[in-house]
């Protein structure tokens, strides 16, 4: 079973992705780490993310095993993901390791949750449930301005917002993997839904599937 949760920065893929995971006993990949550990190795270098052939290079180097630096999480790896995100030689180079963790989830477990930009849509087009996590971008910019202080970092909520828009429109207007829902994608508008409701909304759309039913709309 393979799960596909895509979505904008701050819709609160992530937070879905995991607790669905953690319900069903399947493994989880946050394939944005993918990309923030290799933008974050790009610029450790000395290069610019946007040069092709050191992020190319950085992704055949990446050991998609260890992704715990804290680091990833900050906003200038954020920034740097989505500049070597939008290089096709980096995303092909990261392809066979996201899809062999879906179709073999490590520990043996009978299923797959996997989060990003393009899961749906090219890394798992066959998944067996895709959904689309998305919310109004003031929304999403409070929602990560609150993470940041609630983790005791600084932040400015109208730095965040121009954050979010500058990758919104990076990832949306890529010529390879757009960020756009797949079209058998079930969409979670989550503006007015905290993320219990969510996922609340998650499992009933999963329950319908595995029961056996087409995804509820
Ligand atoms: O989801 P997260 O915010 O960690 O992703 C960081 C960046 O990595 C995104 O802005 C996007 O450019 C890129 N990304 C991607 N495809 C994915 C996951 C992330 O292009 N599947």
Redesign the pocket.
Known sequence: MIIAVDGP?ASGK?TLARRIAAHLGYAHL????L??AVGLAVLREGHDPADAAAAEAAARALDPNALDDPALSGDVA?QA??KV?AIEGVRQALLAFQRHFAQHPPGGNAGAVLD????GTV?CPDADIKFFVTASMPVRAERRHKELLNRGEASIYARVLQDLRE?DA??SARAV?PLKPAQDAIVLDTTRMDADAAFASAVRHIEAVVNGGAPER
């Open positions: 920065a992530g946050d394939t944005g780490k990309y923030r954020a993901a989505s995100a990003g930009r393009d899961v890394v990758r990076r990832d993997a």
